[in-house]
Nanobody
Framework: QLVESGGGLVQPGGSLRLSCVASGSIFSVYTMGWYRQAPGKERELVASITSGGRINSGDFVKGRFTISRDNAKTTVSLEMNSLKPEDTAVYYC???????????WGKGTLVTVSS
């Protein structure tokens, strides 16, 4: 089970921190990721981090967002800075097993960037 938190309304240029707490499995062997889906658009990768700490991110991130994980707390976080209106979307937490089948999604948290 993945439970996201931290979404909300923020002004352009502002910051938000999203968190996702995982339960029910061995967190440390999963690649954890954040995806987003804006209205009328496909879901896209924001950033992911492997169990070994390798990070992959979408081109639009451009140093504005930082993903991190805490295996002891089974938590993955996304620090978002310099937010733009086009960052408005539902942000989803994802867990993808590195040992075989197993891919899970959270229910999502809405981020709205607007003045």
């Amino acid at each position: 089970q993945l439970v996201e938190s931290g979404g909300g309304l923020v002004q352009p240029g502002g910051s938000l921190r999203l968190s996702c707490v995982a339960s029910g499995s061995i967190f440390s062997v999963y690649t954890m990721g954040w995806y987003r889906q804006a209205p009328g658009k496909e879901r896209e990768l924001v950033a992911s981090i492997t169990s070994g700490g390798r990070i992959n991110s979408g081109d639009f991130v451009k140093g504005r967002f930082t993903i991190s994980r805490d295996n002891a707390k089974t938590t993955v976080s996304l620090e978002m800075n310099s937010l733009k209106p086009e960052d408005t979307a539902v942000y989803y937490c994802n867990a993808d097993s590195e040992l075989g089948p197993g891919n899970y999604w959270g229910k999502g948290t809405l981020v709205t960037v607007s003045s």
